[in-house]
């Protein structure tokens, strides 16, 4: 069993999909109680998840519409590099 919390096992799990481009920038991720149902979680967990989330700056929530995923700048190859 993991020491870390459920929510946070749920939050890597949709990471995961989001770097993946399974779920992709200005669309919705699913609600809250979706995601309860397709892992077998509480809803509060998903709700904790989808905070998890928001601090980690990859989805934003829209009251009234949902979360949706963040369009991410691509991520940066050598251009950060020093040269020499």
Known sequence: MSARPLYVQ???VI??????GALAPDRPIPSENHLADEYGVAR????RAA???RERGL??????KGSFVVERPPAADDEDQPSG
């Open 10 to 12: 749920l939050a890597d």
């Open 15 to 20: 990471t995961k999909k989001i770097e993946s």
């Open 44 to 47: 509060l967990t998903a709700r």
């Open 51 to 53: 905070q998890e989330l």
């Open 59 to 64: 989805i934003v929530t829209v009251r009234g």
